[in-house]
C-alpha cells in the first residue's frame, strides 16, 4: 500500500543512530542514495530504487518547510516484525538509542490473540511500533 513514510527530525545524527538500531533489530538496512544533491539531508532505511522501479522506505529528514519538526498527535508507524525477538531487540535498541518506551514488548490480546508488540518513541517523539502476528 504505501511506497515510502517520511518522518522529520530536529536532529538527523541522533535520528540516524535511533534508526540504524531500530531497523536493523528488524532485519533492514540503509537505502543508497546519491551523495550529492538533496539526498544529504535525508536518512533512509529499506528498499529505494530509481526510474519508477518499487519503493519501500522510511526516510527521516528535516521538514520542506524549514520550520521545527514536531510529532503528530495520534500519528504512529507500525513495522512488520518477523519474529518476537526481533521485536524485543527493537524495543531494546530504541531505548538503548535515544527512544522512549510506550508499551514494553508483549502479547496485545485486546488486537488478536497473536499481536505481539512493543511501542517507542523516537529521539523526535515519533511513535513507532514493532508487531509480530503469530508465535
Not at 536518512?43 to 510529532?71: I, Q, S
Request: charged content about 20%; proline content about 4%; some cysteine.
Amino acid at each position: 500500500m504505501f511506497t515510502y513514510i517520511t518522518l522529520g527530525s530536529n536532529d538527523l545524527d541522533a535520528a540516524e543512530r535511533f534508526y540504524n538500531a531500530t531497523m536493523t533489530a528488524l532485519g533492514w538496512s540503509r537505502c543508497i542514495t546519491e551523495a550529492d544533491g538533496d539526498w544529504d539531508q535525508w536518512r533512509g532505511w529499506g528498499l529505494y530504487e530509481d526510474d519508477g522501479k518499487p519503493e519501500l522506505a522510511l526516510w527521516v529528514c528535516k521538514p520542506f518547510d524549514g520550520g521545527p519538526a514536531t510529532a503528530g498527535n495520534g500519528t504512529m508507524v507500525a513495522l512488520a516484525a518477523r519474529t518476537r525477538a526481533q521485536v524485543d531487540a527493537f524495543h531494546a535498541a530504541a531505548l538503548a538509542h535515544g527512544g522512549t518506551s510506550e508499551g514494553a514488548p508483549g502479547l496485545r490480546p485486546q488486537y488478536n490473540a497473536d499481536f505481539y508488540a512493543a511501542y517507542v518513541r523516537d529521539p523526535d517523539g515519533n511513535k513507532l511500533a514493532a508487531v509480530c502476528r503469530g508465535a
